[in-house]
């Protein structure tokens, strides 16, 4: 069953993306949605995967992307940090990390990349109350530049809604 988020936000899935099921795993709890390219490369499906929750604790973007690698860490062992970088604004702070790692997807080990997007979102009724959204692609090496722009382009449209979420 997936998970709801925090709060409610509404974006633009990239064209030709499926919903699919939120994956299982040490790095996918409290996955809200799941949404999967329509055409594998070498038996591995490109995802991107939405999850959040509030934060009323003063932990910086940078500390939770950190806690993100611990825990992916746990789960398969080494991950490397290949980018990280500060974006947004005061206001609407954001973080971009990408990780590479190597993890057995159908029984055989993979070599995987990860691009993370972290939105901290203050409640405009009470700015003490934050939400950080969290945004994942997770793609082969050979297939992550090609799905890297559809993951971009959705990341831009992610706004707070005043709906149900996406």
Same mark, same amino acid.
């Given at each position: 069953?997936?998970?709801?988020?925090?709060?409610?936000?509404?974006?633009?899935?990239?064209? %030709?993306?499926?919903?699919?099921?939120?994956? *299982?795993?040490?790095?996918? /709890?409290?996955?809200?949605?799941?949404? =999967? $390219?329509? $055409?594998?490369?070498?038996?591995? &499906?490109?995802?991107? &995967?939405?999850?959040?929750?509030?934060?009323?604790?003063?932990?910086?973007?940078?500390?939770?992307?950190?806690?993100? =690698?611990?825990?992916?860490?746990?789960? =398969?062992?080494?991950? &490397?940090?290949? $980018?990280?970088?500060?974006? %947004?604004?005061? @206001?609407?702070?954001?973080?971009? /990390?990408?990780?590479?790692?190597?993890?057995?997807?159908? %029984?055989?080990?993979?070599?995987?990349? /990860?691009? *993370?997007?972290?939105?901290?979102?203050?409640?405009?009724? @009470?700015?003490?109350?934050?939400?950080?959204?969290?945004?994942?692609?997770?793609?082969?090496?050979? *297939?992550?530049?090609? =799905?890297?722009? @559809?993951? /971009? @382009?959705?990341?831009?449209?992610?706004?707070?809604?005043? %709906?149900?979420?996406?």
């Amino acid at each position: 069953m997936p998970a709801t988020l925090p709060v409610p936000i509404s974006f633009r899935p990239p064209e %030709g993306w499926l919903p699919a099921a939120p994956p *299982q795993g040490a790095d996918a /709890q409290g996955v809200a949605l799941a949404l =999967v $390219h329509p $055409h594998p490369d070498a038996g591995f &499906t490109a995802n991107i &995967t939405v999850d959040g929750e509030y934060r009323p604790d003063p932990a910086t973007l940078a500390e939770l992307a950190d806690a993100s =690698v611990e825990r992916l860490s746990e789960a =398969v062992g080494s991950v &490397t940090v290949a $980018h990280r970088r500060e974006a %947004g604004s005061a @206001d609407a702070p954001a973080l971009t /990390q990408r990780l590479d790692f190597r993890a057995e997807v159908g %029984g055989a080990p993979r070599d995987l990349v /990860q691009s *993370q997007v972290y939105l901290s979102m203050l409640d405009v009724e @009470d700015p003490g109350e934050r939400a950080v959204i969290r945004l994942a692609l997770t793609a082969t090496p050979a *297939q992550h530049e090609a =799905v890297l722009a @559809d993951f /971009q @382009d959705l990341v831009r449209t992610v706004r707070p809604s005043a %709906g149900e979420e996406a």
